[in-house]
C-alpha cells in the first residue's frame, strides 16, 4: 500500500436493498437508447435518420464543435425513433436490435502493442468510446486537442448501493491492464486508480500495472473521482485532468484487444423496492421495462397515503428518474428501485422518535442504530428555506473546499470567488451529500451545475 | 387523521391560487404544512433526503428554551414573594410568574407572527420558522414587568426593521432577538435599566419589605457594592433578579446540553465564548486593584446576567454569526472578551452581552472575509508549489 488517504467528512446512507453478488439475468434488449442528454457539453448533429441500419459502433450523432467527437450505437439493429422534446431538443435515439449483435470493425488492435498518442486517440475517437472520458473542470467531454495532466478513475464506488465494481469487473482485467496501457501514453502525468481501504487488497484493481494505485479510506464520497484528484493532484486554474469509469477502462481494452465498440457491462439492480437484489448483464440504455419485475410493485400505504416506486437509472443521489418506461444512462452502474414519499405526515416534524427515518442529525435517533438500514422513500422531509443552518455541508465534504460560500458564489454568479473558492474541482455529484443533509432542501446539485455552466459560457 | 386530512383538501382549492381567499395562500400553506408534513418530493438532483428540517431544528431550540422558560416563571414568583415578604408556596410562586410570563409570550408571537405572515404573503414565499425562536426569546430577555405595548414595538422593530428589510429569515445581519431589546434599551431606557423593574410589582411600590433592592447582581457589580451580592451557587442557581429566562444559569445549561446534543448549535461559538469571558475575566483580576469590579471572581462573570443564556441561545444563531467553522472561534471568543470589558469599563450600562453579541454580528462577516481569503490564499500556494 503507498500512500493512504484517510477522509473523515462524508456519509454512507444505510439504505436497504444492496445487490447480492449473483447474475440474475443478462439481458440482450429489444430496443435501447442512446442519449445525447449523457454527455455534459455535447451539442448533437444527428448522422442518422429513422429506419437506417446500425451496427454496434455506427456513429449515430456527433458534435457540432468538435465533429470528431462521435456518438456511437451500443447494438446492431435499425433505427426505431428519434425522440425530441421541447425546441425540438434531441432527447433520446431508440435504436431496435437484430439481436445480431455485428461490430463495426476496428483497425485498433493492429496499434495495441506499439500505437503512438495520435494513433490511440483517433482510434478511441473514430470507435466512439471517446465521448465516454470526461475533463476536469466541468466533467464535459474530454477535449482531444489538449493533453491532460493526468487521468484519473476511481477503482469504486461508494455512492448508496451503488454496483461493487471488484464483482462487476471481476472478468475484466486484462481489458483494463490494455485500457491503461493505452491510456499511460497521452497524459505525462500517469494513469491514477483510487481504491478503498477495506478492499483494496482484494479488489482486482490492485493488481494493475502501468498504473498509479492511490487507497482512500472513509465514507463516501471517497469513491467519488474529483474528491480523490482533490487529495493526489489537486486541480488548479488552466490545468486539465481526465477521468473515466471503470466500464469505460475495460471497453477501451476490448477495442483494441478484439478490435469491437463493446459497452457490455455488469450493472446491480438496488433498492428497498427490488425483490431481490443482484446484478444484470447487459448494455446501457436498455429498457428498465426488462427489470421491471424485479420490482415489488405492490401497493404499500405510507402515512395513509397510497405511494408508488420510483425507478432510478443511477445511484439515489445522482441518477435520474427516467420511470419504468426510461432507458439506463451510460455512466450509472446501479438501477435503484425505491418508494415514493407522496403521503403527508400527520406533525412529522414534531414526532419525536421516526424510526423509519433516516437522518444525520441527532434530534432524531438514528445514529443510536448505526448498522440499521432504512427503507427511505423519496418524500423531501420538509419545505424548502433560506440558507438558515451553518456548519452542515462542511460535514459532508472531505475537500479544502468552503462550501456555503461557493454556493453564494454561484447563486451571485460571482466568477471571480467561484473560481477562487473552488469550482473547477467539484461537479454535481461531489456536493450531493450537501444537498441530502441541507435543513433548508436547497438544490445543491442543481446550484452547481448552473454554476458550471456560467463558467463554461464565460472561459470559452 | 383521514377525517382532517379530507378536510384540508376540500378547503385547499379556496386558498390556493385562483381561489377565493388565494391572497392568503402563504398562510394556509403555514398552517397545512404544521398539520402535515407536505408530500413533495424530491424532483432533480438526489432522490432521497435526510428527514431535518428547519421546523425540527427550531423545535429543538425552543425545547431547549424550556428549562429556562419554566425556572423564569418560578423565579417570577419567587421574587416578588421576596419583595413582599410573602409566604407562598412552590405551585403558588409558579403560578404567579406563569400569568405574569404567558401574556409575554402570547404578545410576542401574535404581533411577531402576524408581521411575518404579513411578509410571507406579500413576497409569496413559504412562512419561515425562524420566528418560532425569535419569538420565545424575546419575552425570556425581557424584564418580566416590560409594558405589553412596549414589547409589541419592540417585536415590531425587530421583524420589520432587523429582519425583513434585509430580506427575510436568513438574510438578517443582527440577531432579531436582541435586537428588539437594544430598541427597549435605547428608545425606553427607563424600563428596561435601574433595580426597580426585575422584580414584578416592585416599580408600583406594592408592600414591599422594607430595606429590599430588587438590584440585579450587575447593579450590585457596577456600584461596588460586592457585600451585597447573593452567593456563586444562587447566581448559578437563578434566584436572582434579571430578566425572565437569563437567571438561572443551570437551567440554561440543560438547555446548552440539548443544543449541543442534537448538534443544532455550534459548540465551537458555545465555547469559544465562555472561554473568552473566563479569560477575560482573569486577565482583569491579575491586573485590577483589590476590591474594584476588576477583582471580582472571573468565574462571577459567568453566572451573571445575560453572560450564559446570550452564549447559548445568541451567539450561536447560525444566521448572525460567523458562518466559517474558524471565523465561529474566534466570533465566540471576542463576544466573550468584549461583554465583560463593557461590564466592567462602561459605566453607562452594567449588562455587557447584549452589545457584545450585536457588535461581533457585525463583524462576523469581517471575520469570515478573513477565513475565506486565506482559504483561497491556500489554494493559490498549492498551485504554485507544485
Keep these: 500500500m503507498s500512500n493512504k488517504i484517510l477522509l473523515r467528512k462524508g456519509l454512507n446512507i444505510p439504505l436497504k436493498g444492496s445487490a447480492i453478488n449473483q447474475i440474475a439475468r443478462s439481458i440482450s434488449p429489444d430496443i435501447l437508447a442512446v442519449k445525447p442528454t449523457d454527455f455534459k457539453g455535447l451539442n448533437p448533429k444527428l448522422l442518422i435518420k429513422e429506419g437506417d441500419p446500425v451496427k454496434a459502433g455506427t456513429p449515430v450523432m456527433a458534435d457540432k464543435k468538435n465533429p470528431e467527437i462521435l456518438i456511437c450505437s451500443p447494438v446492431s439493429g435499425i433505427v426505431k425513433e428519434i425522440v425530441r422534446g421541447e425546441k425540438r431538443k434531441l432527447l433520446q435515439i431508440l435504436i431496435e436490435s437484430d439481436k445480431r449483435q455485428e461490430y463495426e470493425h476496428s483497425t485498433a488492435p493492429e496499434i495495441r502493442k506499439n500505437g503512438s498518442a495520435e494513433q490511440i486517440k483517433s482510434a478511441l475517437l473514430s470507435s466512439g468510446l471517446w465521448p465516454l472520458i470526461k475533463q476536469r473542470p466541468y466533467g464535459t467531454i474530454a477535449d482531444p486537442a489538449k493533453e491532460p495532466k493526468a487521468i484519473f478513475i476511481s477503482g469504486f464506488d461508494s455512492a448508496p448501493l451503488a454496483a461493487d465494481l471488484d464483482y462487476a469487473m471481476k472478468g475484466d482485467f486484462e481489458n483494463m491492464q490494455a485500457g491503461i496501457d493505452a491510456l499511460s501514453k497521452l497524459t505525462h502525468g500517469g494513469v491514477h486508480i483510487g481504491l478503498h481501504a477495506d478492499t483494496f487488497a482484494g479488489s482486482p484493481m490492485h493488481r494493475l500495472e502501468r498504473a498509479k494505485i492511490h487507497v482512500f479510506d472513509g465514507p463516501h464520497p471517497a469513491g467519488n473521482v474529483g474528491v480523490q484528484i482533490h487529495h493526489i493532484s489537486p486541480i488548479n486554474k488552466g490545468e486539465t485532468v481526465w477521468t473515466l469509469d471503470l466500464y469505460t477502462l475495460a471497453a477501451i481494452g476490448r477495442l483494441l484487444i478484439k478490435g469491437t465498440f463493446d459497452l457490455r457491462r455488469v450493472v446491480a439492480v438496488a433498492g428497498p423496492k427490488v425483490k431481490s437484489p443482484a446484478y444484470i448483464e447487459t448494455l446501457p440504455g436498455m429498457a428498465l421495462r426488462s427489470i421491471a419485475d424485479m420490482a415489488d410493485t405492490t401497493s404499500e400505504v405510507r402515512y395513509g397515503d397510497h405511494v408508488g416506486v420510483r425507478f432510478i437509472s443511477g445511484n439515489v443521489l445522482t441518477g435520474d428518474n427516467v420511470g419504468v418506461d426510461g432507458y439506463t444512462g451510460i455512466f450509472h452502474n446501479t438501477i435503484t428501485i425505491m418508494a415514493e414519499g407522496n403521503y403527508r405526515e400527520m406533525f412529522g416534524w414534531i414526532k419525536p422518535l421516526r424510526a423509519k427515518k433516516f437522518s444525520i442529525s441527532r434530534s432524531y435517533f438514528s445514529w443510536l442504530m448505526p448498522n440499521k438500514k432504512y427503507n427511505l422513500d423519496t418524500n423531501l422531509n420538509g419545505g424548502e428555506r433560506a440558507f438558515v443552518v451553518t456548519g452542515v455541508y462542511e460535514k459532508v465534504l472531505p475537500m479544502d473546499i468552503l462550501p456555503m460560500y461557493l454556493f453564494k458564489a454561484i447563486l451571485a454568479e460571482d466568477i471571480d470567488k467561484m473560481e477562487q473558492l473552488g469550482i473547477y474541482e467539484i461537479i454535481e455529484e461531489d456536493v450531493a451529500l450537501c444537498e441530502f443533509v441541507c435543513p433548508s432542501k436547497a438544490e445543491i446539485q442543481d446550484i452547481v451545475s448552473k454554476g458550471i455552466n456560467i463558467m463554461i459560457k464565460e472561459m470559452s | ?386
Design chain 2, 1 to 386: 387523521m383521514k377525517v382532517l386530512k379530507k378536510l384540508v383538501d376540500n378547503i385547499k382549492p379556496t386558498f390556493s391560487k385562483g381561489g377565493k381567499l388565494g391572497f392568503l395562500h402563504s398562510t394556509f400553506d403555514a398552517f397545512e404544512t404544521f398539520l402535515f408534513v407536505p408530500d413533495h418530493v424530491t424532483k432533480k438532483g438526489v432522490h432521497i433526503k435526510d428527514s431535518i428540517d428547519l421546523k425540527r431544528t427550531m423545535t429543538m431550540v425552543i425545547l431547549a428554551l424550556m428549562p429556562a422558560l419554566l425556572f423564569g416563571m418560578y423565579n417570577t414568583g419567587y421574587q416578588h414573594n421576596l419583595s413582599i415578604g410573602g409566604d407562598m408556596t412552590f405551585w403558588a410562586m409558579f403560578w404567579f410568574g406563569f400569568l405574569k410570563v404567558l401574556p409575554l409570550i402570547i404578545v410576542s408571537y401574535v404581533v411577531g407572527l402576524g408581521i411575518e405572515f404579513i411578509a410571507a404573503q406579500i413576497r409569496g414565499h413559504e412562512v419561515n420558522e425562524g420566528y418560532l425562536v425569535t419569538g420565545m426569546l424575546i419575552p425570556l430577555i425581557m424584564p418580566v414587568d416590560v409594558p405589553l405595548w412596549i414589547l409589541s414595538l419592540s417585536v415590531i422593530f425587530a421583524v420589520i426593521v432587523g429582519k425583513e428589510v434585509f430580506g427575510g429569515t436568513g438574510m438578517n445581519i443582527w440577531n432579531p432577538a436582541l435586537l428588539s431589546r437594544a430598541f427597549v434599551f435605547f428608545a425606553y431606557p427607563s424600563q428596561i435599566s435601574g433595580d426597580k423593574i426585575w422584580i414584578e410589582g416592585l416599580s408600583s411600590g406594592q408592600g414591599i419589605v422594607d430595606g429590599f433592592s430588587g438590584a440585579t447582581p450587575l447593579a450590585h457589580a457596577a456600584a461596588g457594592e460586592f457585600d451585597k451580592m447573593p452567593s456563586f451557587m444562587d447566581m448559578f442557581i437563578g434566584f436572582i433578579p434579571g430578566s425572565i429566562g437569563e437567571t438561572s444559569t443551570l437551567a440554561i445549561l440543560i438547555g446548552a446540553v440539548m443544543l449541543l446534543w442534537t448538534g443544532i448549535a455550534s459548540w465551537k461559538i458555545m465555547l469559544s465564548t465562555f472561554a473568552g469571558g473566563i479569560l477575560t475575566g482573569l486577565l482583569l483580576n491579575a491586573v485590577g486593584p483589590e476590591g474594584s469590579y476588576m477583582s471580582m471572581p472571573a468565574i462571577n462573570h459567568l453566572v451573571m446576567g445575560g453572560f450564559a443564556f446570550g452564549a447559548v441561545f445568541m451567539a450561536t444563531d447560525p444566521v448572525t454569526g460567523s458562518q466559517t467553522e474558524r471565523g465561529k472561534w474566534i466570533y465566540g471568543f471576542l463576544i466573550g472578551v468584549m461583554a465583560i470589558l463593557i461590564r466592567v469599563f462602561n459605566p453607562g450600562y452594567p449588562e455587557g452581552m447584549m452589545l457584545a453579541i450585536l457588535l461581533l454580528n457585525t463583524f462576523a462577516p469581517f471575520i469570515d472575509h478573513f477565513v475565506v481569503q486565506s482559504n483561497i490564499k491556500r489554494r493559490l500556494r498549492r498551485a504554485a508549489v507544485k
